[in-house]
Structures are given as structure tokens and as C-alpha cells.
């Protein structure tokens, strides 16, 4: 005759490794879920200096610019007050 503990022993860690993992998964799943625009409208004005570096780097792509060049073109257009 089978032990009736021994099935409730095995039960018991399945149900609740299923529910650790579901629970764990659930905020994932909702933060795939939030629209684009909810999440720009959460995110706080850009300060001064991100957007220089915003500024500095978009200038650096159109130039082409790459490796040390543009590693010196950054130093030097962060560096530069506006």
C-alpha cells in the first residue's frame, strides 16, 4: 500500500515552486505590456548635460565618426558650455 505522506510530500514543493515561478513572472509580463507613450510620459525631462550628450552624439553618427576620433570628439563637444 502506498504512503499517503510521500504523495503530499512531493505535491507540496511542485505547487509551490509553480506559483513562485508564476509569481515572479507576472511583473515581466506586465512591463512587456506598458505602451511606449505611458512610458515616456513617466520619464522625467532630460538635465542639461544628457541632453548635450544626446546633442554630442548624434553629431558624432552623422559625421561618421568612429574609435578614437570620435572618442576626442565627445571629450571635446561634452567639454564645450553652451
Known sequence: MPDPGKDL?????LSL???SVA?????VAHAKDASPAAAAASTPARTAQQQRMKDCNAQ???D?????DRKAFMKEC?????
Not at 9 to 13: A, E, F, I, V
Not at 23 to 27: D, I, M, N, Q, T
Open 78 to 82: 561634452l567639454s564645450n558650455k553652451k
Open 17 to 19: 515552486l509553480t506559483l
Open 60 to 62: 558624432a553618427k552623422a
Open 64 to 68: 561618421g565618426k568612429k574609435g578614437s
Open 9 to 13: 510530500t512531493m505535491k507540496y514543493p
Open 23 to 27: 509569481a515572479l513572472c507576472a511583473p
